[in-house]
C-alpha cells in the first residue's frame, strides 16, 4: 500500500490546515481583527477549498509518478488518456483532461523524445495526428494504473461508505454547474 508523504512547510502534515490558517492569522501583529467581519473569508471559499484540496491530491499523487518515471502532471494525462482510449488526438486529450493545447503539446513532444507515445498522421486532417502509446509507454501505464488506483482508494478510505456516493454526486454537481458557468462569465456575465 502506498504512503505517499506530501512535504510542505515543517510540521505542516501534523498541524493541519486549520492550525495553519489560525498561524498565518497570527503573523500579522498590530492590525485590527476583522476576519470575523470579512466579506469572503478565503478559508471557507468553496472554490478556494476546491483547488486547495486538488493541489494536494495533486502534488501527492504526482510523487508516486514523478520519481519513478520522471514525468509530470501533463504528461501523467496525457498518458492516461492515452491508456484509457488507445488512439486520440492532441485535441481530444486536451478536452479530456482539461489542459490547453500548448501544455498538451508539450507533454506529448516529451513522451515522443522518451518514445512512450507514438505519432500517427490522420490522412483525413493532415492538421491533426493521431497519438497513441507505444509498446514502452504501456508498460508504464500498466505498471502505474495499479499505484494510482491504490492512491485513490487511500482517499476515498477517509470518506464513511455511507458518505461516498454522496460526495460523487457532489462533485459532478460542481463540475457540471462550472461548466455551465464558464461561458457566461468568459463573456463578462453575472455568476449569478
Known amino acids: ?50 483547488n486547495v484540496c486538488a493541489s494536494l491530491v495533486t502534488a501527492a499523487l504526482s510523487r508516486v509518478y514523478s520519481e519513478r518515471y520522471r514525468i509530470g502532471v501533463p504528461e501523467w494525462r496525457v498518458l492516461v488518456t492515452l491508456g484509457q482510449y488507445d488512439v486520440m488526438t492532441a485535441k481530444a486529450v486536451g478536452v479530456h ?31 491533426e495526428a493521431f497519438l497513441s502509446l507505444t509498446p514502452a509507454g504501456r508498460d508504464v501505464y500498466d505498471d502505474l494504473a495499479p499505484m494510482a488506483r491504490d492512491f485513490a482508494q487511500q482517499l476515498l478510505d477517509t470518506v464513511d461508505a455511507a458518505d ?29
Open 1 to 50: 500500500m502506498l504512503a505517499p508523504v506530501l512535504r510542505g512547510p515543517p510540521g505542516a502534515g501534523e498541524r493541519g490546515s486549520a492550525a495553519m490558517m489560525e498561524e498565518s492569522a497570527q503573523r500579522a501583529p498590530g492590525l485590527p481583527d476583522r476576519a470575523d467581519q470579512a466579506a469572503l473569508k478565503l478559508e471557507e471559499f468553496l472554490p478556494y477549498r476546491l
Open 97 to 127: 483532461s482539461h489542459m490547453h493545447k500548448t501544455k498538451v503539446s508539450r507533454a506529448v513532444a516529451q513522451l515522443e523524445r522518451r518514445k512512450l507515445v507514438a505519432r500517427r498522421a490522420n490522412r483525413d486532417d493532415l492538421r
Open 164 to 192: 461516498r456516493a454522496a460526495l460523487d454526486r457532489a462533485l459532478k454537481k460542481l463540475a457540471e454547474r462550472s461548466a455551465q458557468l464558464l461561458p457566461d462569465i468568459a463573456k463578462g456575465g453575472d455568476p449569478r
